[in-house]
């Protein structure tokens, strides 16, 4: 991929928002409202539109009823899949759902849980795929919001009731995919990776029927076709069989959720390197009885297991078993099976941009419809800074040159910044990893801590604008005399 096929860390990202199918007047408004609201992605409204009569217009178009979030989020969605179909190699298209907590009363919002209101999102997120575990975000191909009427858990009809009707969240999955298909159409064929959520039958067979490419993490003890009558479940399928190689991967770092349900699934740990075996072999998934008979009775399907035989003590083993469409005859491509499900924390992280790095969860808006728009308007922003932070992970040597991400104003502040702050000092010719550390330093971050994280790289940025603001103001005094 060309280096000119990607946007980034203080470009026109207002770009990203051009083409609105609105009225036009809306349409200009929202780029120089994201152009605002980019340059301070984690402040409140009244600091990122800091007169009342621009604040009360922020408030306004967000509640506009000629606004949605398919007509927001269309621009940047068209914008991702370009920028994937640049790319040479194969392209990850990451799926996973995330839940948007909000205090206090506000109209449309439905249940997270018996304490919490808000409503989920469903996301795809493309990016490069990296044998070196450290992919370059596309943006968002696919999304779509809904809300919950009554908790989790208290539904009074049957999953296969749900199905039927067309109102199970689980169908999420399979749509997105369809989604995603259909923007790659005459493109390329994306590998979509799922974490253990998007192990469902429905979705896994029309895959393999539509020769869509995948790699699903299997979370159900699926029964398969089997001469065995006595063990004919999925992981019983692979006991015994060969280790075919070892590998060495990162864990990374965790923390628990807030909402209970999500601790058990996903609880904190801490990051580490593990030591895994591999096997693998092909199997006959059977359709479950909550599947419509719509669907496949049968589905072959190919199963990469990854496991850690001697966890440290006290950890708890890595252990993935991975439904995939891609080819498995030599290590080679096991090793590509699993380096593309490693790399599924992307999306974890694009999570955390938008809530963390743009603070989404504590805008003052009083409608589900004002929210959504937000939210649309938030992935531009999030995409960008998930740019930034990616490029950080990336090795020194394989970090591209700042000069083709950072505006080259903004690269003169921070270099001067840097001079005085002494924590990290941009080297004279900066690639785009030395920039995300000198930011990350303005908010605190030392080096020997490792990778900046979200919060050192929010406070970096806003310093950083404080000061690419003060050197403005200065250079047009100095004009003026």
């Keep these: 991929m060309g280096e000119t096929a990607i ?18 007047r809306l349409g200009r408004r929202a780029q120089r409202m994201l152009e605002r609201w980019q340059e301070k992605p984690g402040l409140g409204f009244p600091e990122v539109f800091p007169t009342g009569a621009e604040l009360e217009a922020a408030y306004r178009f967000f509640g506009n009823v000629r606004l949605s979030f398919d007509v927001l989020a269309k621009p940047h969605i068209a914008n991702a899949l ?37 409503f989920l999102g469903h996301f795809c997120l493309a990016a490069s795929s990296s044998q070196d575990g450290v992919p370059v975000p596309f943006g968002v191909v696919a999304a779509s919001t809904w809300t919950r009427t009554t908790p989790r858990g208290a539904k009074s009809v049957s999953q296969h009731q749900l199905r039927e009707s067309g109102d199970c969240e689980s169908l999420r999955w399979l749509d997105t995919v369809r989604a995603v298909e ?15 959520e998007g192990d469902i039958y429905d979705s896994l067979s029309t895959m393999v029927a539509s020769r869509v490419r995948f790699v699903v993490r299997a979370m159900s003890n699926r029964r398969v076709e089997s001469s065995d009558t006595e063990f004919p479940l999925l992981f019983d399928a692979l006991d015994g069989l060969p280790v075919r190689y070892q590998q060495t991967i990162q864990v990374t770092a965790r923390k628990g959720s807030r909402l209970p349900e999500q601790r058990k699934v996903h609880p904190s740990r801490d990051g580490r390197e593990a030591h895994v075996c591999v096997t693998a072999t092909q199997v006959v998934l059977e359709r479950t009885r909550n599947s419509p008979k719509a669907y496949p009775a049968k589905t072959p399907i190919n199963v990469v297991h990854a496991f850690e035989s001697q966890p440290p003590p006290g950890e708890c083993p890595v252990e993935w078993v991975l439904l995939t469409s891609e080819p498995i005859d030599t290590d080679d491509e096991l090793s590509r099976v699993v380096d593309k499900y490693r790399q599924r924390w992307l999306i974890e992280e694009f999570f ?119 050197w403005l103001m200065s250079r047009e005094r100095c004009d003026q005399s």
Excluded at 7 to 24: I, Q, R, T, W, Y
Excluded at 101 to 106: A, Q
Excluded at 419 to 437: E, G, M, N, S, W
């Design 7 to 24: 946007s980034g860390f203080g470009s026109d990202v207002a770009h990203e928002l051009k083409n609105v199918e609105a009225d036009p």
């Design 352 to 470: 955390k941009a938008i809530k963390t790095g743009c603070a989404f969860e504590k805008r003052q808006l009083e409608t589900y419809h004002s929210l959504r728009n937000a939210l649309a308007m938030t992935l531009p922003i999030a995409w960008e800074m998930l740019l930034l932070r990616s490029q950080s992970r990336q090795p020194g040597a394989s970090s591209p040159p700042a000069t083709t991400f950072v505006d080259p104003l903004r690269l003169d502040v921070l270099r001067e910044a840097s001079k005085r702050q002494k924590r990290y000092v941009l080297p004279p010719a900066p690639t785009l990893r030395d920039v995300a550390y000198a930011v990350a330093a303005l908010g605190g971050h030392l080096r020997r801590n490792g990778p900046p994280g979200w919060l050192t790289l929010r406070r970096g940025y806003d310093r950083l604008l404080t000061l690419e603001e003060g």
């Design 82 to 118: 370009g920028r994937s179909a640049r790319h040479e190699s194969d392209v990850l298209c990451i799926h996973d759902t995330s839940t948007f907590v909000f205090e206090g009363e506000r109209e449309g919002l439905g249940y997270i849980n018996k304490n919490n209101r808000g």
């Design 182 to 196: 259909h923007g790659f159409e005459g493109k390329k064929s994306p590998i979509h990776v799922m974490d253990r």
